[in-house]
């Protein structure tokens, strides 16, 4: 039984041995379609623009740079409450429109990027 013990083991260390000396190669990482579709569904999509209506009072315009300032009701299709909000526009929209005017307006945009696309006074 000793010889068959002595035997295992001595040609058990040269292959013990053999190993030592390798590192163990990994497979390069394969995408797979799960992958992709995992890394597109963790991606957040851009919102889409939203648009609204409101009416309100013209705090400040400036129609050459195209900003205007309005104080304004609720905006129920977008779920805004009356405020305060300053809007880009189009400097041709502004003509003729001055501070204190009363204004009927339409918005459109996304976060905190809205610009008035039309606006008459009331």
Known sequence: MKKTLM???LMAVPLTLSACGKKTEQPA???TQAMDKQAMDAMAAPAAPK???GEGKVVSVNASTG???IEHGPIQQ????AMT????AKPELLKGIAA???VAFEIKGSGENY???SIRKE
């Not at 977008?78 to 409450?81: C, G, K, T």
């Not at 909000?85 to 880009?88: H, R």
């Open 78 to 81: 977008i779920d805004w409450p």
């Open 85 to 88: 909000m300053g809007f880009t």
């Open 51 to 53: 648009t609204g209506s």
């Open 7 to 9: 035997i295992a083991t």
């Open 67 to 69: 900003a205007i300032t």
């Open 100 to 102: 204190g005017d009363k």
């Open 115 to 117: 610009e008035v696309t």
């Open 29 to 31: 990482p394969v995408a």
